[in-house]
T-cell receptor, first 119, second 113 residues
Framework: GAVVSQHPSRVICKSGTSVKIECRSLDFQATTMFWYRQFPKQSLMLMAT?????????EQGVEKDKFLINHASLTLSTLTVTSAHPEDSSFYIC???????????????FGPGTRLTVL | AQSVTQPDIHITVSEGASLELRCNYS??????LFWYVQSPGQGLQLLLK??????LVQGIKGFEAEFKRSQSSFNLRKPSVHWSDAAEYFC???????????FGKGTKLSVKP
């Protein structure tokens, strides 16, 4: 149980285009989903927290107009990288927290990640 | 501010040898602590977690971790390492009402035949 999927797993795009990454909780409802960015050989950096039906909360230094997050349902959150540039190339990972599981308040289940390459 | 420190960037052990990966945290209250493993190009898989109770926590794949409040540590251990354990290991502490996780910088584990 508690499986999170991401699509696509890998995407290559031209500079200036927009790319949408989907994060789905397959067998549970997730009121909260998180988006991380990971540079090579580095740790995960939280970009934003996404709550179903409300605006995402972005971490300091993350451009909310560039990284658009939508959490339209309890099983789907999307991250759109707008007007992508080569410096946006990275590994993007989403995670989800199970709705209603209070005791595991902080536990997150992670997707397999999306490798974005901007040419 | 909350933080997680993994002092070892890279550790190499021989297959069959024991393993201990260090993790120290800084947190004002009782922490929620996690260890995740990441294989190359993959997402994170939860190895084990500590919320409360018994300070020695058993996880998957033969891993265990011990919470030591006096030392602010949550070290990960395995008695006998397998070649398939080669990966990146992340310690994390949960914080905040949103359940955010703060990750350490990770420890890369290499396993010698």
């Amino acid at each position: 149980g508690a499986v999170v999927s991401q699509h696509p797993s890998r995407v290559i795009c031209k500079s200036g285009t927009s790319v949408k990454i989907e994060c789905r909780s397959l067998d549970f409802q997730a009121t909260t989903m998180f988006w991380y960015r990971q540079f090579p050989k580095q740790s995960l950096m939280l970009m934003a927290t996404s709550n179903e039906g409300s605006k995402a909360t972005y971490e300091q230094g993350v451009e909310k107009d560039k990284f658009l997050i939508n959490h339209a349902s309890l099983t789907l959150s999307t991250l759109t990288v707008t007007s992508a540039h080569p410096e946006d190339s990275s590994f993007y990972i989403c995670s989800a927290r199970i709705y209603g599981r209070v005791r595991s308040y902080n536990e997150q289940f992670f997707g397999p990640g999306t490798r974005l390459t901007v040419l | 501010a909350q933080s997680v420190t993994q002092p070892d960037i890279h550790i190499t052990v021989s297959e069959g040898a024991s393993l201990e990966l260090r993790c120290n945290y800084s947190y004002g209250a009782t922490p929620y602590l996690f260890w995740y493993v990441q294989s190359p190009g993959q997402g994170l898989q939860l190895l084990l977690k500590y919320f409360s109770g018994d300070t020695l926590v058993q996880g998957i794949k033969g891993f265990e971790a011990e919470f030591k409040r006096s030392q602010s540590s949550f070290n990960l251990r395995k008695p006998s390492v397998h070649w398939s354990d080669a990966a990146e290991y992340f310690c994390a502490v949960g914080k905040g009402s949103q359940g955010n996780l703060i990750f350490g910088k990770g420890t890369k584990l290499s396993v010698k035949p």
